[in-house]
């Protein structure tokens, strides 16, 4: 982080109350967790399992390595792990 950088930030978190940092951040967090499980849903409906049975039933190698199937499994993995870290920082905001 430059020095100009460093100092703008720190402009920042002296001008704005904590409360509404703290409460950005949850805001953030809450579109990412709608965001990914509507990610998720989507995905759950377009194949007609969870991401679970998708890895179990190893669809990537049973559809012929479709380079769909293999950009939908990374998003799909994306969106679970996503909606995991924002739920664990919601609730380290909240527990703060």
């Known amino acids: 982080m430059t020095p100009e950088v460093k100092a703008t930030a720190e402009r920042i978190i002296r001008a704005v109350p904590v409360a509404e940092l703290k ?3 949850m805001n953030e967090y809450r579109r ?4 990914y ?3 998720d849903e989507s995905m759950k409906k377009k194949y007609g399992m969870t991401f679970e049975q998708f890895e179990a039933r190893n669809i990537v190698k049973e559809k012929g390595f479709s380079w769909q ?3 939908d ?3 799909w993995e994306h969106a679970i792990e996503g909606i995991r870290y ?4 919601l609730e380290d905001l909240r527990q703060t």
Do not use: G, N
Request: net charge neutral; hydrophobic share 45%; no cysteine.
């Open 73 to 75: 499994s990374m998003e």
């Open 69 to 71: 199937v293999e950009s």
């Open 23 to 25: 409460e950005a951040l």
């Open 37 to 39: 499980k509507l990610l």
């Open 32 to 35: 990412r967790v709608i965001r």
């Open 86 to 89: 924002a739920e664990q920082k």
